[in-house]
């Protein structure tokens, strides 16, 4: 199975263990708002609490040294929906970095094919 998607996977199903095998102890995740970066520990406890639920993931490309991910991120604090874009970076074969980056979607988009 890919590194990226057995981390989609276990993120949005809370698989806390799972998270813990994939992500490098040195992890930094540099999300699209804010001035923040999250650490290893701070992902693990984010995982699985329904403050974001993602659809259409896919994934664009992956190799040895990099992933690039993009779906639909819908937030629970009422904010609009967002199609995200992730770029991850891999060192001994678990994700060391994730950067996004997002475009807000008006509360009536579709999808192709979605009708």
Do not use: Q
Request: no cysteine.
């Amino acid at each position: 199975m890919s590194i990226v998607l057995k981390y989609e996977k276990a993120f949005e199903e809370g698989d806390v263990e799972t998270l813990a095998e994939v992500l490098h102890d040195d992890f930094t995740f540099t999300p699209h708002v804010g001035d923040t970066v999250m650490r290893k520990a701070d992902v693990l406890a984010f995982a699985g609490n329904d403050m974001v639920r993602s659809e259409n993931n896919r994934i664009l490309y992956e190799n040895d040294e990099i992933g690039v991910a993009h779906g639909i991120a819908h937030f629970s604090n009422g904010s609009t929906s967002e199609a995200v874009l992730s770029f991850l970076r891999f060192k001994d074969g678990k994700i060391i970095s994730i950067e996004t980056g997002a475009t807000p979607l008006s509360d009536d988009y579709k999808l192709i094919g979605s009708e």
